[in-house]
């Protein structure tokens, strides 16, 4: 798929000067002052930067003769730079006809740079017609107009260290002169951008517009397949025909990251294994990209209003939905995201980390944030070692898994024999009641409505029951074990009691040395009817 469009280089016979404190500035002084004495020149700005300075690597590109290829001026501000150097950048800002796509962020830098004053009255290529929806990205304007692709992977790169490589100094080169190719290019002639094209333009761009209305699914899903195969990306993507890799390994190049106000978002993305950070709260939204471009995350965004840099458009998905599952349906779908039952609370919601420990309650007996009944309740306890939260997997847990379900494609478990197998199985390896139902909700067995329905009930797991309710809540088996005892306190001044116990059927669950109790009550003439039905289990 990267390989549908030719790849954007640089002009035959366009000339790169680098500026700093020691070389360039006397050259680019001359050529400046040549330019701006034809009062018909153009100047291309762009601009590459690193926290923290305000600005790492300024771009010029000066054409005087548009058929001749321009010469393209990088100015290093990481470092230092000649005072002659920064005069004659400030005056090509001021006095000259500049280029810019989007330079909202740029200025604001170039301001704290002392390189720009007020407002400029910049041509801003972005807001041209291309045919691409409001405020598109420079990567799917390039594929529109010229039939070229750009590669992005080097923004994410070290600005500020010294030297730059080749690549880095062509990347940030090309950033600048693609503008001139841009405002030569005659819109109007453009053929018309169809369904199709505008899926071709949007896929080999790896970015179009970030905004809702641009693009359909379709188009998302080919524009993400893009970027997640991208060879420079700190996060590689793994692929596996045979589908040996697990659904974590499958999505481990996604990482996301969130403004503050999408939290419950962040929670539930978590909460089916993805990895996802959340801005600060207060943070600007300039942070959000600064952090996405320093781990490789994909930034999920909301508002129109106010914008994200240009600069990050090819890592920014638009929400069209407001509902936070709605919102986790999209993803999935746009994204491609493999989900199984192991991913389902993968991750602590609290920290992000996927980093279990099991403890017991004897190694908790003194945590401040777990309580004495708690500790009572459940054998076993879950601890991040990312945060050090704590988490049991009681009535929460299991709702909570049930609810991720919910976003994963149904299996249609039948339950029978072959539950009844998979929980004996579990059961086997030692596993606590409560584990085993929440591994059963996992899995799809069973539901937590139905794992939970009579965890409150005096009615126990009954005759009535469906055969795919598991009895498997600890306060349930103590009931269980319970109540019998306690209705023959009362034989006295009742009728005759008769118990019925026989071993569970194959087709409820297999508790180990379990029993299927009833407790029948006096006949009404209409047959007995059982006062308690429920399992009764004893340990070996």
């Avoid at 305000?54 to 054409?63: D, E, G, H, N, Y």
């Avoid at 004659?88 to 740079?113: C, I, N, T």
């Avoid at 306890?381 to 847990?397: I, S």
């Amino acid at each position: 798929m990267a390989g549908r469009s030719p790849l954007l280089r640089t002009l035959e016979g366009e000339e790169h000067v680098w500026v700093d404190a020691e070389q360039g500035a006397e050259v680019f002084a001359r050529r400046a002052e040549e330019a701006l004495a034809t009062g018909a020149s153009l100047v291309a700005m762009d601009a590459e930067w690193q926290d923290p300075c305000p600005l790492s690597v300024l771009q010029l590109a000066l054409s005087v003769d548009p058929t001749k290829p321009p010469t393209v001026f990088l100015i290093d501000l990481a470092s230092s730079v000649s005072e002659l150097g920064r005069v004659w950048a400030r005056r090509l800002l001021a006095e000259a006809q500049v280029l810019a796509f989007s330079p909202k962020e740029d200025v604001r830098r170039l301001r704290a740079a002392g390189l720009v004053e007020g407002e400029p009255s910049w041509v801003d290529l972005q807001l041209y017609n291309w045919g691409l929806g409001r405020m598109p990205g420079l990567q799917a304007v390039v594929a529109r107009a010229l039939g070229l692709r750009m590669d992005k992977s080097l923004q994410i790169s070290d600005w500020n260290r010294r030297p730059l490589s080749a690549e880095q100094l062509e990347y940030a080169a090309l950033d600048a002169s693609v503008l001139l190719r841009l405002h030569r290019c005659n819109i109007a002639a453009l053929p018309r951008l169809d369904v199709a094209s505008a899926s071709e333009t949007s896929a080999s761009a790896s970015a179009a517009s970030c905004f809702r209305d641009d693009l359909g699914m379709a188009q998302e899903k080919e524009r993400w397949n893009h970027f997640r195969s991208l060879e420079h990306r700190q996060r590689p993507r793994l692929l596996s025909g045979d589908n040996a890799l697990s659904a974590r390994d499958r999505n481990g190049d996604l990482g996301f990251i969130l403004p503050a106000s999408l939290n419950r978002l962040m929670r539930k993305l978590r909460g089916l294994g993805l990895d996802t950070e959340m801005l600060a709260e207060g943070a600007p939204a300039r942070r959000l990209v600064e952090c996405a471009e320093e781990s490789d995350r994909i930034i999920l965004y909301y508002s129109t209003k106010n914008l994200l840099p240009s600069k990050a458009a090819h890592r920014t998905y638009m929400l069209r939905s407001t509902s936070p599952d709605e919102q986790v349906r999209e993803i999935i779908e746009a994204f491609e995201v493999d989900l199984d039952s192991d991913c389902l609370c993968g991750r602590c919601v609290q920290c992000n980390a996927w980093d279990w420990q099991l403890v017991g309650r004897q190694e908790l007996r003194d945590h401040p944030k777990v309580a004495a009944k708690t500790l009572e309740a459940f054998d076993e306890f879950w601890l991040c070692g990312g945060c050090g939260k704590v988490y049991w997997e009681g009535k929460m847990f299991v709702k909570a898994l049930d609810h991720f379900r919910t976003f994963m494609p149904k299996e249609g478990r039948e339950g029978g024999e072959e539950m009844a197998a998979r929980s004996q199985e579990l059961e086997s390896l030692g596993w606590s009641s409560s584990r085993v139902r929440a591994a059963m909700v996992r899995e799809g067995w069973i539901s937590a409505e139905q794992a939970l329905d009579d965890a409150s009930s005096t009615s126990g797991y009954g005759a009535s029951s469906s055969p795919s309710r598991v009895a498997c809540a600890r306060s349930s088996g103590l009931r269980a074990a319970l109540v019998v005892p306690v209705l023959f306190l009362f034989a006295g001044n009742l009728p005759t009691l008769p118990v019925l116990a026989k071993p569970h059927n194959s087709g409820a669950p297999a508790w180990r040395n379990g029993f299927r109790a009833q407790v029948f009550g006096p006949s009404d003439g209409r047959g007995t009817a059982p006062l308690y039905t429920g399992w009764l289990r004893h340990r070996a």
